[in-house]
């Protein structure tokens, strides 16, 4: 509580600390209250941590972080400052579950820690190869590179287009869908370093949302209203009278995927050149990536093996990855059926999410540890605010105040699945290892929903010390809907540390 107290503005610790859980008292919140005194003392309001204004005075040597673009990630400073208070040994592995773009993994190895990261997405796996390859680029070949894609054309005969999936459905004008596809044949059958073909992907990959229709707006992808599925769909209102529906998006002059990926290339050698000015060669440590469900691969990892985690889950806040991310996976070849599956894979965070305890309990018997298991779930069952929280919703969805019936089942498949995966970070944690998540608190119909607390709960229910619960000084702001039909309360963003 030091940071409290040595503030220099007065500190009204009620915009922290929740003691109204339940709008209009509508559900029990016992528990909820109790959790609350519990982790109070060990919740610290910070100026440490502050994701807003680290994120923009990026200094050079932190532009390696931006490389993919990824508006989910946290920064590189957080993850410094946490690396620092660990005090870790040399040749320490720092693991990330939810690996995002890298940014726990590319500053660990910077700092001479090896980097055990997992996630779903596939552009994680391109984002952590480019980068951790920055001193091993040649800039002759990158600029060579660079000078073919500014003189390529697509042939006149060439009939290719880039895969789409129904989301993505006219996503480019025909040229750019025409250019995205050829490019890539090209220059993936070229004959350049694997390295430059990588960078090229990512460099592919940031471009694809400027040369689109489309725009990452929140949860959802926004149409530009010349795309051609717009125009459609404009037309079809007026064969049945109907007004067309408002579509304000207009992008302007849309930039040719030669024009983006020149200007991608362009920046990315000039950080390239940056890192191979000072005398490093090469990373000394190693970054391993697993492409796959934290809570498949996790348990394949052996006991005693990682030395601190820096992460942060996707938030209980039905954000859809998939969703935001479907340009990028299309253009990767991934199928309607394949995005379906990589969103059931995502930690429960959207309302399509149906439970995954059958499909976790045939796996760990599948594996020999059906006990283990079995422990994992009694511990779920036991936790007394999980119980109170899923019965609050239950009871507003019974009520008609919740609009989808998938949220309550998402609050509960959310905490069983982090449940698993801390009793796997448990085991394979050493002793001693600090384990560190950032996460917001969420609130549905009326309820919050301490996802700090309640997550520290069970983390210690599977055997973690709770060591300090930073909370930042901005908060996630209510939602105008909940503020005006429940009122406002505190939803905390904070960074939970905990120690085996
Ligand atoms: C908040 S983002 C992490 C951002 C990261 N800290 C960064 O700086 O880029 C959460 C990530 O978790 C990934 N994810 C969701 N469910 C997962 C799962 N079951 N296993 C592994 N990764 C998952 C998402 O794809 C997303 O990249």
Redesign the pocket.
């Known amino acids: 509580m030091k940071d409290i107290l040595s503030a220099q503005e007065p500190i009204d610790i009620q915009k922290w600390h929740v003691s109204n859980f339940s709008a209009d008292d509508c559900n029990p919140q016992e528990a909820r209250r109790a959790l609350e005194e519990e982790y109070w003392p060990i919740t610290e309001i910070t100026d440490r941590f502050n994701r807003q204004s680290v994120s923009y005075q990026l200094s050079k040597k932190d532009s390696l972080h931006r490389w993919l673009k990824?508006k989910?990630?946290?920064s590189a400073d957080l993850v410094k400052t946490l690396l620092d208070d660990f005090h870790l040994q040399k040749n320490a592995v720092v693991a990330?579950?939810?690996?995002?773009?890298?940014?726990?993994a590319l500053v660990a190895l910077m700092n001479g820690y090896d980097s055990l990261g997992?996630?779903?997405?596939p552009m994680?796996g391109i984002a952590i190869k480019a980068k951790t390859t920055v001193y091993e680029y040649s800039l002759t070949e990158l600029q060579h590179l660079l000078e073919e894609i500014a003189s390529a054309e697509v042939p006149a005969y060439y009939a290719g287009t880039t895969p789409e999936i129904a989301i993505t459905k006219d996503g480019y004008p025909t040229e750019t869908s025409r250019a995205l596809a050829y490019y890539r044949q090209y220059f993936m059958h070229s004959d350049y370093s694997d390295e430059a073909k990588t960078l090229l992907e990512l460099c592919t990959l940031n471009s694809l949302e400027r040369i689109s229709y489309s725009a990452k707006d929140g949860q959802y992808l926004r149409w530009d209203r010349r795309c051609p599925k717009m125009i459609a769909a404009a037309e079809a209102r007026k064969k049945t009278g109907r007004k067309p529906a408002a579509v304000k998006l207009d992008k302007g002059k849309l930039p040719t995927l030669k024009e983006a990926l020149c200007e991608e290339l362009r920046s990315v050698i000039e950080d390239i050149r940056y890192f191979q000015q000072d005398d490093t060669k090469a990373f000394e440590a190693q970054s391993r990536f697993i492409e796959g469900?934290?809570?498949f691969e996790l348990p394949k990892i052996a006991d005693n093996t990682i030395d601190a985690v820096i992460?942060?889950?996707?938030y209980c806040n039905r954000y859809d990855?998939t969703r935001t991310y479907a340009l990028e996976l299309a253009y990767m070849g991934i199928t309607e059926q394949g995005i379906r599956q990589l969103r059931q894979?995502?930690?429960s965070c959207t309302v399509e999410n149906k439970p995954k305890t059958e499909e976790l309990k045939a796996f760990y018997r599948n594996i020999g540890r059906e006990a283990y298991y079995e422990r994992i779930m009694h511990t779920i069952q036991k936790n007394k605010t999980l119980q109170e929280i899923n019965l609050a919703l239950k009871q507003r969805s019974e009520n008609g105040e919740i609009n989808n019936k998938g949220v309550p089942r998402m609050v509960d498949g959310y905490f069983r699945e982090l449940t698993f995966l801390f009793a796997e970070l448990h085991r394979t944690c050493r002793p001693g290892a600090y384990v560190a998540f950032v996460n917001d608190n969420v609130r549905y119909a009326g309820e919050v929903i301490p996802v700090d607390y309640l997550t520290t709960q069970l983390a210690e229910q599977v055997g973690f010390t709770p060591v300090k619960i930073y909370t930042l000084r901005q908060q996630k702001g209510n939602s105008s809907q909940q503020m005006k039909k429940y009122g406002r309360v505190a939803l905390r963003k904070s960074i939970t540390i905990w120690r085996k």
């Open positions: 990824y989910e990630g946290f990330d579950p939810f690996m995002g773009s890298g940014t726990t997992f996630d779903i997405l994680s469900s934290a809570l992460s942060s889950p996707p990855y894979n995502l930690l």
